[in-house]
T-cell receptor, first 111, second 115 residues
Framework: EDKVVQSPLSLVVHEGDTVTLNCSYE??????LLWYKQEKKAPTFLFML??SGIEKKSGRLSSILDKKELFSILNITATQTGDSAVYLC???????????WGAGTKLIIKP | ETGVTQTPRHLVMGMTNKKSLKCEQH?????MYWYKQSAKKPLELMFV???????ENNSVPSRFSPECPNSSHLFLHLHTLQPEDSALYLC??????????????FGAGSRLTVL
């Protein structure tokens, strides 16, 4: 059965800390992995990763994929209260372009 | 605004009511989706429409009935729902096949409470 597992399920840190969120997957035919951020509204797209070892970066956020060990990490440096959200990971299947979703990591940044 | 608009944002209904959720996308995408989001669970894909044709129906109970009159509009008709159907219903759209992956753009969701 195809699945995506995110860890931790929730995380509380202080402003300024660095956090690492994990997404591991087991799928039959992998095309790409996507990260989304969901505050109290629509999930918004962060990154799409298709190749191992190539870091994607946007400001204080970065992500990398390991296709050998079947996982991705999302790093956030110098966290701010506005980073508080649920971070969702999804794997896009090669066969039908459909997405398999993880349950999300709820990140709370304390001032 | 993401370019995908959902109404209503909140809906409370009894188990015998009939209501509808509406979604409109202004992005020129060719595919639209309904997802159910429950607390601490992965997003559950309900329906997919590609060029107005339904391509996925993930064993969704018949009390949920989708309608896609054109490539910009998607409805979810609700009838005799159960309390366990209370959840956030997210609409999304994408341009399938354009970038090698299915990057969805989501609406803000309709929070449904069934009493």
């Amino acid at each position: 059965e195809d699945k995506v597992v995110q860890s931790p399920l929730s995380l509380v840190v202080h402003e300024g800390d660095t956090v690492t969120l994990n997404c591991s997957y087991e799928v039959t035919n992998f095309r790409s992995l996507l990260w989304y951020k969901q505050e109290k509204k629509a999930p918004t797209f962060l990154f799409m990763l298709t190749s191992s070892g190539i870091e994607k970066k946007s400001g204080r956020l970065s992500s990398i994929l390991d296709k050998k060990e079947l996982f991705s990490i999302l790093n956030i440096t110098a966290t701010q209260t506005g980073d508080s959200a649920v971070y969702l990971c999804a794997v896009c299947m090669d066969s039908n372009y459909q997405l398999i979703w993880g349950a999300g990591t709820k990140l709370i940044i304390k001032p | 605004e993401t370019g995908v608009t959902q109404t209503p944002r909140h809906l409370v209904m009894g188990m015998t009511n009939k209501k509808s959720l509406k979604c409109e996308q202004h992005l020129g995408h060719n595919a639209m989706y309904w997802y159910k989001q429950s607390a601490k669970k992965p997003l559950e894909l309900m329906f997919v429409y590609n060029f107005k044709e339904q391509t996925e129906n993930n064993s969704v109970p018949s009390r949920f009935s989708p309608e896609c009159p054109n490539s910009s509009h998607l409805f979810l008709h609700l009838h005799t729902l159960q309390p366990e159907d209370s959840a956030l219903y997210l609409c999304a759209s994408s341009q399938e096949g354009s970038s090698g992956a299915n990057v969805l753009t989501f609406g803000a969701g309709s929070r449904l409470t069934v009493l």
